[in-house]
């Protein structure tokens, strides 16, 4: 199996180099041992077990891809149980794990792969299928998703400004278009941002400084919930900036964002993974694409100044444009 991933408007990084995508799957219906043998027979890689709760396969190009019980108290134990012990096999962990399995997700995290190399990602996501993965649709509980971890082109205010436009433009259809499971959206994870941060982020300006895009972020958005999470990216700008102001642990610096709306449907032998990044990709092109940015945002300013407002935004149109145009192309 091998789908079609969507070219990036901005294929390189702000080094000259091919931009890289990491990917973060949640899914159920199996144990670490059979996921990892699933992972590490489909990528030819070699199983690292760290502990009952997570372990790693090496990837001979790309790196450690981590699978791992999704329940922080469960790795935290597991981590110390072994270090007490001094076994790899835990009577304690096993029930545990057994018990948390039914509820709390595995995760696969990939490592960061180049935009031009993510069909490697098809052979992953057919092993697990054929292992017995469960997603998002196979209960009423499995709310799981797929996050998208995409690394900037640069670092500037412009880019900066150009995605966090884009997508507050594109929220709401990508709802649509990924066709978010009503119980993922019933969840606090996945909120869309607030209206008085969008109307902030659709009033700036050229001048606008990276610290004011962090300062409001932080004002409206001091949390990890949302569709498109910037903490992890503006902590990787601005350590001390967001430290401050976000004491969650969880928050880790990196140059990339953190998109969250995607569906894990892994149990569906049609499911693809590319047709996540396909839906995202809309996102990169309208921010490459100035003209129609701005005017998507005045678009959005007249929309936004009517009291009531019972049409779908006009601008949803010209976004499944841009979907189709990257399908056919």
Not at 9 to 25: I, Q
Not at 77 to 93: F, P
């Amino acid at each position: 199996m091998h789908s079609k991933y969507a070219k990036t408007a901005w294929p390189l990084n702000e080094k000259g180099e091919p931009r890289t995508v990491g990917f973060e799957l949640e899914f159920a219906g199996l144990d670490l041992k059979t996921a990892s043998n699933a992972l590490a027979n489909a990528l030819s890689g070699e199983i690292e077990l760290d502990t009952q709760a997570e372990c790693k396969v090496r990837h001979p190009q790309f790196g450690h891809f981590k699978i791992e019980l999704d329940w922080s108290f469960a790795k935290n134990m597991a981590r110390r149980r072994l270090q007490e012990q001094g076994a790899s096999e835990d009577m304690v962990m096993s029930l545990m794990t057994d018990l948390a399995r039914q509820i709390v997700p595995l995760e696969i995290v990939c490592p960061p792969i180049p935009v031009s190399d993510l069909q490697v990602l098809d052979i992953m996501v057919e092993s697990l299928q054929k292992a017995g993965a469960l997603g998002t649709s196979d209960s009423l509980i499995y709310a799981f998703g797929v996050h998208i971890n995409a690394e900037l082109p640069a670092f500037d205010s412009e880019t900066l400004v150009a995605y966090i436009q884009a997508y507050c433009l594109a929220q709401n259809w990508l709802i649509k278009a990924h066709e978010v499971d009503p119980v993922r959206r019933l969840t606090p994870y996945i909120d869309s941002y607030p209206k008085r941060y969008v109307q902030a982020v659709m009033a700036y300006t050229e001048a606008v400084s990276v610290s004011q895009i962090i300062d409001d972020y932080l004002e409206h958005n001091p949390t990890r919930n949302r569709g498109m999470d910037l903490l992890p990216l503006f902590k990787y700008i601005d350590d001390a900036r967001v430290s401050a102001a976000v004491t969650d642990e969880r928050v880790n610096a990196r140059p990339t964002f953190h998109y969250r709306l995607p569906n894990c449907e892994i149990e569906n032998p049609d499911w693809e993974l590319s047709h996540c990044w396909n839906i995202w990709c809309v996102v990169e092109h309208l921010a490459a694409d100035p003209v129609l940015l701005t005017s998507m945002c005045k678009q959005w300013t007249v929309y936004n100044d009517n009291l009531i407002n019972l049409k779908e935004e006009p601008w949803h149109q010209e976004l499944a444009h841009i979907y189709e145009n990257l399908l056919s192309v």
